[in-house]
């Protein structure tokens, strides 16, 4: 098994709140998850850097969740 930790960078692309608390849990959630190592806006993008190595089961459903919600 490789236990080599390799960073990931994920694209969210003109990600939407319906309003500023939206927005505060979003971020608030973001810095919650262990696996996440960065994040930072860049234009209409969000860049989120996560640490694979501390990705499960787990942290892969919270991490695909916004997808699909944002």
Known sequence: MNTESVTVEL???S???F???DESAFFGWLES????ERFEGSGHA???WVNSS???????RE????????
């Open 11 to 13: 694209r969210a692309v």
């Open 15 to 17: 990600v939407g709140y």
């Open 19 to 21: 309003s500023p608390g």
């Open 33 to 36: 998850l262990p696996c996440v």
């Open 46 to 48: 969000l860049h989120i």
């Open 54 to 60: 501390a990705v499960g089961e787990v942290e892969l």
């Open 63 to 70: 991490l695909l969740a916004p997808f699909r919600r944002y």
